[in-house]
C-alpha cells in the first residue's frame, strides 16, 4: 500500500487495477475519483474476464481516458 501521507504528500504516478469476482463497481468508480482527486498521472484498469484493457492520463487536473489502448 502506498501511503501518500508519509511521502510528503506525494501522490503516486501511476496505479494499476486487475478486476475481480469481489471488485464491485461503486468500488471502482470511488477509486477513480480518489486517483483523480489527490494527483495521479496515470491510471490503468485490466478486466482479465474480459481481457480489456484501459488507461487515463491526467491532463491538468483531470484524468482523461486514452482513446485507443495498443500493445
Request: hydrophobic content about 25%; overall charge positive; charged content about 35%.
Amino acid at each position: 500500500s502506498y501511503k501518500q501521507w508519509e511521502e510528503e504528500n506525494i501522490a503516486p504516478q501511476v496505479a494499476f487495477e486487475i478486476l475481480s469476482k469481489s471488485n464491485r463497481k461503486g468500488e471502482m468508480e470511488d477509486k477513480f475519483k480518489f486517483y483523480q482527486q489527490h494527483g495521479i498521472e496515470e491510471y490503468y484498469l485490466y478486466d482479465p474476464k474480459k481481457n480489456r484493457l484501459q488507461g487515463w492520463l491526467r491532463k491538468g487536473k483531470k484524468l482523461n481516458e486514452i482513446s485507443q489502448m495498443e500493445g
